[in-house]
C-alpha cells in the first residue's frame, strides 16, 4: 500500500509529466494567438512595409497617422453603426424567434422550425454573400425588380451603389445572417427554466408580462449578455461578408475597420501602419468586453443573492 501511494504520488507530483499533457496545448496557443500578438504589437512601432525587408522602430509614428487620418475615422463610425444595429437586429429578431419557438407544442413542428432556422449557418459565407449580391443587384436583383413591380419604387434601387442605403442593406443581411444563433441560443436558455415557477406564478394571479419580467428574464438575462459581447466582438471583426459584397465600397461608404486595415496592410502595403491600427481595435474591444463583463458579473451576484 505505501510502495503503491508513493508511486501514484511520484506520478501525479511530476512535473515533467504534467509539462507533457500541458506542452500540446500551450504550442498551439503560442502559434495561433501569442506570436502574432506580439509580432502585431512590434511592428506596430515599426516602419515595415511589404516592399522592403528591412525595417527600423518609429516609436508611436504610426499610431499618430492612424488616428489623424480621416478614413480611419470614417471606417471607425462605420463599424460602430454596422455593430450596434447589426446586433441590436439579431438580438430583437433572434429573441421573439425564440420565445414563438418556445411556445409551438407539437415536437415536428418545433423541430422543423428549428432546422428552418439554421440555414443561414448551413452556408459558407461566400454562398450567403453572393447570394445576397444576386437578389439586390440594381440591374436585375429579385428584390429591386419586385418593389418596382409593386410600385413601391419608381425605378431599381441600388442598394449596394447608393452610399447612402449599401450600409442598411448590409446590416439587414448581417442580421438576417446573425439572428438564428441567437434564436438556439436562447431557445437553449429557455428550456432550463423550471415549468414549476410559471405554475407558481399563475396561481398567484400574475400575468404574462409580469412572468416574462420575474422569471424568464432573469433566467436568461446571462445567456443572452454573453451572446452579446460574443456577437459585438465578432461582427466588430467581421470582413468576409462586406468585402466579398462591396469591398468596402461605393467610395469607402461601408469600409469598416478590418477593411480599412486590410486595405492599409495590402494595398497600401504599410504593415507597420496596419499592425497599429489593429492594436487600436483590439484595445477597443478589450475595454468594451470588460464592459460588457461588469454588467454580467453584476448580473450574476444579483442571481446568487
Not at 511530476?14 to 509580432?39: G, H, K
Not at 447570394?131 to 434601387?157: A, C, H, R, S
Not at 466588430?236 to 469591398?247: K, P
Request: aromatic share 14%.
Amino acid at each position: 500500500m505505501i510502495s503503491l501511494r508513493k508511486g501514484r504520488t511520484s506520478i501525479q507530483g511530476s512535473s515533467l509529466t504534467r509539462w507533457i499533457f500541458v506542452a500540446p496545448a500551450m504550442l498551439v496557443v503560442i502559434c495561433l494567438l501569442i506570436y502574432p500578438l506580439l509580432s502585431t504589437a512590434l511592428y506596430s512601432f515599426t516602419n515595415k512595409t511589404m516592399i522592403r525587408k528591412s525595417f527600423s522602430f518609429v516609436g508611436f509614428e504610426n499610431y499618430i497617422r492612424i488616428l489623424t487620418d480621416p478614413d480611419f475615422w470614417t471606417s471607425f463610425g462605420h463599424s460602430l453603426v454596422w455593430t450596434i444595429f447589426s446586433v441590436i437586429g439579431q438580438v430583437i429578431i433572434g429573441f421573439i424567434g425564440a420565445l414563438c419557438l418556445n411556445r409551438i407544442k407539437s415536437p415536428a413542428a418545433r423541430s422543423i422550425f428549428r432546422i428552418a432556422a439554421i440555414i443561414p449557418w448551413a452556408f459558407p459565407s461566400i454562398a450567403t454573400a453572393m447570394t445576397w449580391k444576386w437578389l439586390f443587384n440594381g440591374i436585375y436583383g429579385f428584390v429591386p425588380e419586385m418593389l418596382q413591380k409593386f410600385g413601391l419604387t419608381d425605378g431599381l434601387i441600388q442598394f449596394f451603389s447608393d452610399p447612402s442605403l449599401v450600409l442598411p442593406a448590409l446590416i439587414f443581411i448581417n442580421i438576417w445572417f446573425g439572428a438564428p444563433l441567437i434564436l438556439v441560443n436562447v431557445y437553449a436558455a429557455l428550456q432550463t427554466i423550471p415549468q414549476d415557477q410559471y405554475e407558481a406564478a399563475q396561481i398567484d394571479g400574475a400575468s404574462s408580462l409580469q412572468s416574462f419580467r420575474h422569471i424568464t428574464l432573469p433566467h436568461i438575462r446571462t445567456v443572452v449578455g454573453l451572446l452579446v459581447v460574443l456577437r459585438t466582438v465578432w461582427v466588430f471583426n467581421n470582413f468576409d461578408l462586406i468585402y466579398m459584397i462591396t469591398g468596402g465600397g461605393p467610395a469607402g461608404a461601408s469600409s469598416t475597420m478590418p477593411i480599412y486595415i486590410y486595405d492599409t496592410g495590402w494595398t497600401g502595403r504599410l504593415v507597420g501602419r496596419a499592425s497599429a491600427a489593429s492594436i487600436l481595435l483590439l484595445l477597443f474591444l478589450v475595454i468594451l468586453c470588460v464592459l460588457y463583463f461588469k454588467v454580467i458579473s453584476k448580473w450574476e451576484k444579483e442571481d446568487v443573492k
